[in-house]
């Protein structure tokens, strides 16, 4: 059982000193960077890893230890598709709620949309979300906006933004719909070595559907949003980055078409990444049954056959990433009309224990696979520098009991919002510690 | 043996024996509609809040009637516009309106699934006067009762409707409905007009009007909003006059008691010919009467009356 949240040990983040050392004890330690898949002791000192070895030596055989019996000890798990919402809609969440959610979910860094209010369009609103998240429980890395206001127009200042700290662009929440404000786009974000993330959906097909056009849309009688919107795009974002020879990163992944589309590139050569998110994975569009809101997201819950195929291209490391795509909302966005609510649903705290069991403890993901998925790939894609437990590198640990079995009970999430689509769900696995900086942010209490 | 159901939010999964009962039951509505009091005194007391957030003159006077002619007190609750842009939602509303003691909701709604999303907000029993694209189950109701009293059974028999399909609530409650009171629906309409999946509905579709009229016991012509031209579902009037329109040529190719049938509003020259809406198939104003014995009857067996 996941506690409640006073249970729960949370520290802020002080960086004005440095950490003291910590030993992390008899955990299974896996880091493919370094394929390293054994029990042994993790070192930390100063912040940063000291090394991973078989004896704790003897000048840390005093130092504070976790014990990690039975437990996963893996370079920390970053979420690179998240909303927080701050600045602008704080009653949804906050980077502070925000970060709390991610540290508890096993995250120990996020990287955050830059869909507020007002846009993170510019240096000093990356500054901003950067200033706000200092001292939280996980790091934050902003995404800025592709273009200014969101609104497809006209380029933000990519390169003051990138300067000022943002580790990639994107519109995300929607697509940069004039095809020469894309190209312009990718050919400026060259400059800067970051990627750009493409929300994929034409929406002069999908504007007035609520789920998937398919079957189940027809029966209940809501509008469709068909698997072409996303795949029109996604083939469009793909010949652009072809062609210009930029970066681009397909977030949520949907349908089957897209997970083609993507693997046929990469096999030509283009330079693409891709994620998905652990709804994708886990449930389709019939799970909406009677009009459920919180299963309401963009893009939407597919057929099975999407499903499996986008579990298969994670499988096969065609979607390099898994993301949560957490989209908080308060009650009143979801407890309407279906076609009314609000689209999106929160993830931090279940994307972990969604992906070990529905992909990991059914054999489709190994844990060294997983890892790849959900802390190496995240850190390469934005340049974070991490991802490994290699001497030097920053202590930034994820600790997870793989086979405890829960519920998710949204009263219990650290987020300030409830929209969880796995609302009792019984999952096998979740964080039991998270380390940020060589410091125990997160430590559940069960 | 009472209705199974606590609520009507449409046909879909409704079984035969309680079709057949809400049918039977409007028939003996319908008598009482021939004599010359037409009251009866078996929802007296009962409150029926008609709850219309979509413009409906028939349905919602349809509805008053048949609650007036059961002695209940209607109460009428009309907004143009949805709860979202009225600035309170559609949950706080019923539970204001609950909280004046009512017994029964009659709702037509532009989103589908409100009717049930109001179960989970009230304990007044809910009947669904039209939600969204997905269904209008007394207008099927009323089109079953239409084409039994006319054709004495609806067992075996064709039915063809023929239109918009694809924004259709009424065509859903009848494929669903007739499909289960093992009649033969053909739903037909330009490709652009019908859904691209369609399998759950459970009746086959075709884009060929004489495909779909071959045989047929009944024609259901659907009406077609002159909105659709300009989202560019069909090119012009002409054309779609040219290809779907229900004249005297194709009635005259069926047999002589072959029932006319629409919803209303009709586009009088766009789906039906106007001699054949006014012609001695047509029983398109039956339709109107008996839409009133099937509301008293729905109101009847779903507000506690007793089987009689």
Known sequence: MVKKRENDAFIRCDNSRPAPPLVIRQGRVIDPVNSIDRVAQVICTEGKIFGVVDEVPAEFADAPAI????????????????????????????????????AAGGFTAVACMPNTQPALDEESKIRYVIQRGENCPSRIYPVGAITKGLEGEELAPIGEMVHAGARAVSDDGKSVARTNIMRNALNYSKSFNIPVICHCEDTAISQKGHINEGVFSTHIGIRGIPTIAEEIVVARDLLLAEYTGARIHIAHVSTAGSVRLVREAKARGVNVTAETCPHYVALIDEDIGRYDTNKKMNPPLRTDRDRTAVIAGVTDNTIDVVASDHAPHVPEEKDVEFEAAAFGVIGLETSLGVILTFMVHKGLLSPLQMVERMSVAPNRILGLGGGFLSRGACADITIIDPQAPWSVDARNFYSKSRNTAFEGMKLQGYASGTIVGGRAVFNRKV | MGISIQHLLGLDGISREDITLMLDTADSFYEVLQREIKVVPTLRGKTVVNLFYEDSTRTRISFELAEKRLSASPLNFSVSNSSVNKGETLRDTIKNIEAMKIDMVVVRHSCAGVPYFLTQCTDAVIVNAGDGLHEHPTQALLDM???????????????????????SRVARSNAWGMSTMGMKVVLCGPPTLLPQHYESLGVPMTDDLNEAIDGADVVMMLRLQRERQASGAFPTIREYRNRYCFDLEKLFSLPENVLVMHPGPINRGIELASDVADGNNSVILQQVTNGVAVRMAVLYLLGGGENG
Do not use: S
């Open chain 1, 67 to 102: 014990d990690a019996a039975g437990k996963w000890v893996v370079p920390g798990l970053v979420d690179m598709h998240v909303h927080l919402r701050e600045p602008g809609r704080e009653d949804k969440e906050t980077i502070a709620t925000g970060t709390r959610a991610a």
């Open chain 2, 145 to 167: 009762m239409t084409i039994r009293q006319k054709l004495g059974r609806l067992e075996g028999l064709k039915v063809a409707i023929i239109g918009d399909i694809f924004h």
